[in-house]
């Protein structure tokens, strides 16, 4: 009898839960009542320098360039058309 007490006190609570969320759920989609105001709700981002944003782009454009230049040398292989170990030598050195 005791387990059956508790199963019902563990379903009451997961009802009582249930409404909670939901009630929290209709809230939050009233709109933008909640907080801030404009595209980002209060968020201003900050103004980054001019000298930050071109180091940015360098950065990654030279990673994005590497990146290019190792599929061109290593692609067959990552992509198992290669071994490894294989070199791409046709002759054997004794």
Do not use: C
């Not at 000298?51 to 454009?61: D, H, Y």
Request: aromatic share 12%; hydrophobic share 35%.
């Amino acid at each position: 009898l005791r387990d059956m007490h508790g199963g019902l006190r563990a379903v009451a609570q997961a009802a009582r839960t249930s409404q909670v969320l939901r009630q929290a759920q209709r809230f939050a989609s009233a709109g933008g009542t909640g907080y801030g105001k404009g595209p980002y709700r209060g968020f201003v981002p900050p103004k980054v320098p001019e000298w930050q944003t071109r180091t940015g782009e360098f950065i990654a454009t030279s990673a994005w360039l590497w990146f290019f230049w190792r599929i061109k040398l290593d692609g067959n292989h990552l992509l198992g058309i290669h071994d490894f170990g294989d070199h791409g030598d046709e002759h054997e050195h004794h």
